[in-house]
């Protein structure tokens, strides 16, 4: 097994080269199990013989050992997809989360594609990440490294590389300056005057189902996913409960091609106890649903969802576009901030519940998070808040008493 050492492409004399042509070497690594055939590896661009020798000793040591990986020249545009169709198949993932990876697939793909795949170092990698850090925000880029991580991770399982060139990579995150910290490290939400003005707004200037949806959205601070697919046999009218176990998917706003798939995650899972008013709300929907289904006969999509359309496609669930627009409309015409959107309002029922003094730990459980740190930014800030009330309260007392 023992390789034959040569100076690659040398046209001197071989007693003495003087074209500086680098050392090779080729070796035998067994026979091919499936035609018997010898098979051969050659390494070149050594300096010296005894560079080669090395490298030819190290090789021949991970032969005898049983760890020798055959590198494959697969390139990165066609292991990238086998990548993640096995992904896709390994986990229950929602649509949704593998629509995100295919597209951070896509961002890679402009530096990697034609390029074999084991062929990739450490500094490209590392130039691909330099400079979709100046394309993007910080947060998009992490997820194209996550999910850069995941393939050469799988791609070293496969033995189609020998080491992962994702390694020792970093993301440079830029510095930001002191105003752009205060804006973007607390989320928006609304104050509860605000809130109020907004469904008051909606009960008196709202589409139909306006007000039932943000009064359903700002009390439980559910996603709007889970809200646009709930059905009627999610709530317990006896217990004044609501059963968040499904969510909706739909990636191209079509429809009657909707998906519902499982929630974000095991902890979304929930059962959210409402006020009365909330339970009244849906009693008298129902019963306007009802008479609609009556008229509409078999035209009418009945499965059972709150939310549904009322014109085209009857009966389908309500569009999270069509909410979100709604929801635009409605602050327009209270004169609030526009660029809130459904989501606020989770926000909003999380920053409303710290300042009624409920606990991290139970804001947490009724939104569906085991782990949150938007929730937790949110707690800090309006308990933070409070403190600082107490304590100019009593230094208020204090003085008071001179």
């Not at 040569?6 to 199990?33: M, V």
Request: proline fraction near 3%; charged fraction near 30%.
């Amino acid at each position: 097994m023992k390789g034959s050492f040569y100076r690659r492409n040398c046209t001197c004399d071989r007693r003495r080269c003087t074209c500086g042509a680098k050392w090779a070497f080729t070796i035998d690594i067994g026979r091919d199990p499936k035609t018997g055939k010898r098979r051969q590896r050659q390494r070149s661009g050594f300096r010296t013989r005894n560079e080669a020798v090395k490298a030819e000793t190290e090789l021949l040591y991970e032969i005898n050992q049983g760890t020798y990986i055959e590198e494959k020249k697969t390139l990165f545009k066609d292991f990238a997809p086998k990548w993640l169709k096995l992904y896709s198949n390994s986990a229950n993932l929602k649509p949704g989360t593998i629509r995100v990876r295919r597209h951070e697939i896509d961002k890679l793909m402009p530096y990697f594609s034609y390029i074999p795949v084991k062929d990739i170092t450490t500094n490209m990698y590392q130039d691909a990440l330099d400079n979709l850090i100046e394309k993007y925000a910080y947060n998009t880029v992490k997820g194209i490294n996550r999910t850069g991580r995941m393939i050469f991770k799988k791609a070293i399982e496969l033995e189609v590389i020998r080491r992962d060139p994702t390694e020792f990579t970093t993301i440079k995150k830029q510095q930001e300056t002191i105003e752009e910290l205060e804006e973007n490290q607390i989320p928006k939400y609304m104050e509860k005057e605000e809130l109020y003005l907004f469904l008051e707004t909606a009960k008196k200037h709202g589409l139909e189902m306006d007000y039932l949806i943000f009064l359903i959205l700002s009390y439980t601070g559910m996603r709007i996913g889970e809200l646009v697919c709930l059905k009627w046999n999610d709530i317990n009218f006896d217990e004044n409960t609501i059963r968040i176990i499904k969510t909706y998917y739909n990636e191209k706003n079509n429809t009657v091609k909707y998906q519902l798939v499982l929630p974000k995650t095991k902890g979304s899972i929930r059962t959210i106890v409402v006020e009365d008013m909330v339970i009244e709300e849906l009693k008298k929907h129902q019963a306007t649903q009802k008479d609609m289904i009556k008229q509409l006969g078999d035209v009418y999509y009945d499965e059972g969802f709150i939310f549904r359309k009322t014109e085209r496609q009857p009966g389908y669930p309500m569009l999270i576009k069509t909410v979100a627009n709604r929801m635009k409309r409605l602050l327009k015409i209270a004169g609030l901030n526009q660029e809130l959107t459904p989501h606020s309002l989770r926000h909003t029922h999380t920053s409303l519940l710290a300042e009624a003094k409920v606990g991290l730990e139970e804001i947490m459980d009724r939104l569906g998070h085991t782990e949150d740190e938007t929730t937790r930014i949110i707690y800090l800030h309006v308990t933070n808040e409070l403190k600082k009330e107490a304590s100019q309260k009593f230094g208020k007392l204090m003085r008071s008493l001179k």
